[in-house]
């Protein structure tokens, strides 16, 4: 049967086949303008549109040894990308995702399986993105 892929983070590729299942659930994203009011004496403040701020995207990537990946290794790499704050582009059913790169501004990790001689069977991995401009 085929590799079915979803798309991509950078070299991180999130795909679904026999073989392997790297992908994400619970993807969230966000966006805000960016305003500024302006203090007026005896009135209310004046608000301006300053323009588009930053959007936000956080998803939830499971990882198990019983689908074909080692859930350690793929939790180093996505360390090693984040600390060396490179920016990525996001790529979701064939389609970028916003309007250029991402970086990763936070992982949070649970080891939620270890076996008796301490290999992680089980883990999941909380990632936040932030929109990056030049």
């Known amino acids: 049967m085929a590799m079915s892929k979803i798309g991509n983070l950078g070299p991180i590729v999130f795909v679904v086949s026999p073989e392997a299942i790297r992908t994400f659930q619970e993807f969230t994203r966000a966006s805000a303008g960016r305003w500024a009011k302006h203090e007026i004496i005896g009135q209310k403040p004046k608000t ?3 323009g588009p701020g930053l ?3 956080s998803f939830t990537m499971w990882f198990d040894a019983r689908y074909g990946l ?3 290794k793929e939790l180093d790499k996505l360390t090693e990308i984040d600390r060396a704050g490179k920016a990525l582009p ?3 059913g064939k389609k ?3 309007t250029g790169l991402w970086v990763i ?3 949070s990790q649970a ?3 270890i076996d008796n001689v ?3 069977i089980r883990a999941t991995v909380n990632v936040s993105l932030e929109e990056y401009v030049k």
Request: proline share 4%.
């Open 90 to 92: 996001l790529i979701v």
């Open 111 to 113: 080891w939620t399986k």
């Open 48 to 50: 301006q549109f300053l």
């Open 70 to 72: 080692n859930p350690r």
């Open 55 to 57: 959007d936000t995207i």
């Open 105 to 107: 501004t936070g992982l």
């Open 118 to 120: 301490g290999n992680i």
């Open 96 to 98: 970028g995702v916003g």
